[in-house]
C-alpha cells in the first residue's frame, strides 16, 4: 500500500525524512540565511516547503503575496497554536496580505463539534491571543467556513467537477461525503484569494504542519486544472515541526496537563513545568558527570521554540545543560518564572485585544 498522511488521524509524524523523500516536499535549508529573523525559520523548526521560492521572490521583490492558513477551532489555545500564530504575525509583517479562517464547517463534519461552541472558541482563544501577540487588522481578511460570501462557495461548487472519487481515496483513504466536503472547502479556502474578486492571482504561501499536507497535494493540482478558469497560481507551502507534550506522548487539547494555554493561570503553569519530562539523569551525581539531553527535554523545547529568543542564551543553555553544569530542578524554576512573566504580559495584553478582534469580525 503507498504511505498516507492522515490528516484527521493522532499519530505523530516520526520521519520526516519520509516526507522529503515519499511526498516531495523539499528542505527549507536553503531559506534559513535570507530569513534569519523568523526563529522558527532560523533554528530549523520550519523544516520543509513546496515552491516557497516563489514567496521568496515576492518578498525580495516587494511584490503582493497571500499567506493563508486556517484554524481548526478545537479548545484551549496553547504554545503549540502560538506557532502558527507567530508564523501569521510575521508573514503580516512582511507585508503579505493576510487570509485567516476558522474551520468552523471541518470542526462540525469530521470532529463533531457544534457550529456555536466552535466559533465561541474560535473567538476567544483564537482571534483575542493572535491580536494579544501581534496581529493587526491591516491587510487582513477573517471568515468561517460555514458564514462567507458567495464567490468562495461558487468556486467551492465547481472545484467539485475536476476531482475523482479513486484520486480522494487514494490521497485520504477512507472518503466519506463529509470528508469531501471538508477537504474540497479546505481547497476553496486556499485559492480563492487568487479570484478577481478578491485581489486577483498572486502568489500565497500555506503556513502548515506536514499533516496538512494532503490538502495542499490536492489544492495544487486542482488549481493546475483549472488554469484556462482562473490562471490560479500554484499554492506554496511551508512545514513545521510540532511541540511535544509536556509529559511525553503529542500535545493535545484533549490533555490540559499536555500543553500550557495562552490563559492558564500562572499557578497552573508552574505546576505543569514542575512536572514536565525533562532530559535529566537519575541522580544529580550522575547529571553532573554525564549531562543532560535537551534532545527531547519539554523545558528545552519551551526555550527552542518560545521562550528564549537569543541565539546565544539558547545555545549556552544547550551546552550547561550537555556538560553537568546545569541541573533540571534549576533549569525547570528559571523555565517557570520566564513562562509566567510571558503569561502576566500576555493576558494583559489580551485585555485590551477586545476592540481589535470586535474590528476584524465586522470585516
Ligand atoms: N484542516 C486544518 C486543520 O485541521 C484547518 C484548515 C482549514 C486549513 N482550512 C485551511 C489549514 C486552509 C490551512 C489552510 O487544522
Ligand atoms: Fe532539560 Fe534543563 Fe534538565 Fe537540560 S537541565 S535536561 S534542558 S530541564
Not at 518578498?59 to 486556517?70: A, C, L
Not at 484551549?76 to 464547517?105: N, R
Not at 505546576?271 to 534532545?295: D, L
Request: hydrophobic share 35%; charged share 30%; glycine share 8%.
Amino acid at each position: 500500500m503507498n504511505p498516507r498522511i492522515d490528516p484527521w488521524g493522532i499519530e505523530d509524524i516520526k520521519n520526516y525524512k519520509n516526507l522529503f523523500d515519499e511526498f516531495g516536499i523539499e528542505s527549507f535549508e536553503k531559506f534559513r540565511k535570507s530569513l534569519f529573523e523568523n526563529r522558527y525559520i532560523r533554528r530549523g523548526i520550519i523544516f520543509g516547503h513546496r515552491d516557497f521560492d516563489k514567496i521568496m521572490n515576492a518578498i525580495q521583490k516587494r511584490e503582493s503575496f497571500v499567506m493563508m492558513t486556517g484554524l481548526m477551532p478545537s479548545g484551549k489555545f496553547h504554545f503549540g497554536h502560538k506557532m502558527v500564530a507567530d508564523q501569521i504575525i510575521f508573514y503580516q509583517g512582511l507585508g503579505a496580505e493576510i487570509f485567516l479562517c476558522s474551520a468552523d464547517l471541518e470542526a462540525y463534519l469530521v470532529r463533531g463539534m457544534d457550529l456555536k461552541t466552535s466559533r465561541n472558541i474560535a473567538v476567544e482563544e483564537y482571534l483575542t491571543n493572535y491580536v494579544a501577540l501581534g496581529l493587526k487588522e491591516k491587510n487582513l481578511r477573517f471568515w468561517f467556513q460555514t458564514d462567507y460570501v458567495t464567490p468562495y462557495y461558487r468556486l467551492r461548487d465547481m472545484l467539485s467537477r475536476k476531482v475523482t472519487f479513486n484520486e480522494l481515496n487514494g490521497i485520504y483513504g477512507d472518503m466519506a461525503p463529509r470528508k469531501i466536503f471538508s477537504v474540497i472547502t479546505q481547497a476553496a479556502d486556499i485559492l480563492h484569494p487568487q479570484l478577481d474578486e478578491f485581489g486577483g492571482p498572486r502568489p500565497t504561501v500555506v503556513p502548515v504542519g506536514a499533516d496538512q499536507d494532503p490538502h495542499l497535494r490536492l489544492t495544487r493540482d486542482l488549481a493546475s486544472r483549472f488554469q484556462t478558469e482562473f490562471r490560479f497560481i500554484l499554492p506554496s507551502s511551508t512545514y513545521h515541526k510540532f511541540m511535544g507534550g509536556l509529559q511525553g506522548g503529542k500535545m493535545s487539547s484533549s490533555d490540559p496537563k499536555s500543553y500550557i494555554a495562552l490563559t492558564d493561570d500562572p499557578k497552573d503553569a508552574i505546576k505543569k513545568i514542575m512536572n514536565s519530562k525533562t532530559g535529566g539523569r537519575a541522580t544529580v551525581n550522575e547529571q553532573r558527570k554525564k549531562g543532560g539531553i535537551p534532545e527531547g527535554c519539554m523545558i528545552y523545547d519551551l526555550f527552542l521554540y518560545h521562550l528564549i529568543d537569543d541565539d546565544r542564551e539558547l545555545k549556552k543553555i544547550y551546552e550547561d545543560c550537555t556538560s553537568g553544569k546545569r541541573i533540571c530542578g534549576e533549569c525547570k524554576a528559571i523555565c517557570a518564572e520566564v513562562t509566567v512573566d510571558f503569561l502576566r504580559k500576555h493576558q494583559e495584553r489580551r485585555e485590551k485585544a477586545r476592540d481589535v478582534v470586535d474590528g476584524i469580525l465586522k470585516g
